[in-house]
């Protein structure tokens, strides 16, 4: 592991922690695929990838992206960025 049940924890409490986010679901899995980038992340709907977040990241997700509706930049999975800057 390196690191996803931690930030899974950490999530659920900064979404826990806000009530204009208790209609949002966090919930974990074994694995999103590309392991070697991990933590890895998904934000649905928007299918938004997030790449090497941590726990000291779950703040900022949880208040930039599930409250403020603007991805975090800076943990966007590099190629899922590319792919955005396409469409």
Known sequence: MRG????LAALREAVAG???????AVTGCECLGPCF???N???YPEGVWYAGAGPGD???LAGE????GRPVTRLVRPDEEEDREED
Not at 4 to 7: A, F, H, Q
């Open 41 to 43: 992340a998904v934000v």
């Open 18 to 24: 806000d009530p204009g986010l208790w209609d949002v």
């Open 65 to 68: 992206h599930l409250a403020g």
């Open 58 to 60: 779950a703040a900022e």
């Open 4 to 7: 996803g049940i931690e930030l």
């Open 37 to 39: 980038d991990g933590p």
